[in-house]
């Protein structure tokens, strides 16, 4: 591997750690804890420490009766949503590999994934 392949192979892997964090909820420094609730910190601050307090958890135990449509139309955008993003950074990812990679065509699955991404953190935070 020449150090041009090199570099750019170590700046997609960067680029792509860095997304999942951001994607997964920023790790150790607040925000979402494991469980739903929100944590602040390793930790924490009220005794909610690293796996959040769990106020907003809803495993697969919780009833169905518990749930209302409106919610249950949410998660399954979310889902899709996520999906939607997981198949863009699969072809972003096969674009970047390819032989003679086409700048246009990264830079358009750069944008529809932006698009994709603000869209799923819309629908987490609540804000339409």
Request: no cysteine; proline share 2%; net charge positive.
């Amino acid at each position: 591997m020449t150090g041009k392949h090199l570099l750019i192979a170590t700046a997609i892997t960067t680029a792509f750690l860095i997304s999942a964090g951001a994607y997964a909820g920023g790790g150790m420094g607040g925000g979402q804890g494991m469980m739903g609730g929100q944590g602040h910190g390793m930790m924490g601050s009220g005794g909610n420490g690293m796996m959040g307090s769990g106020q907003n958890f809803s495993g697969p135990w919780t009833s169905q009766t518990q749930r209302s449509p409106s919610n249950q139309y949410e998660q399954r955008e979310r889902v899709r949503l996520r999906e939607e993003i997981r198949g863009k950074r699969q072809e972003l990812s096969e674009l970047y590999r390819s032989d003679k990679p086409d700048k246009t065509l990264i830079d358009q699955k750069i944008t529809q994934l932006n698009a994709l991404e603000t869209d799923y953190d819309r629908s987490t935070s609540g804000a339409k």
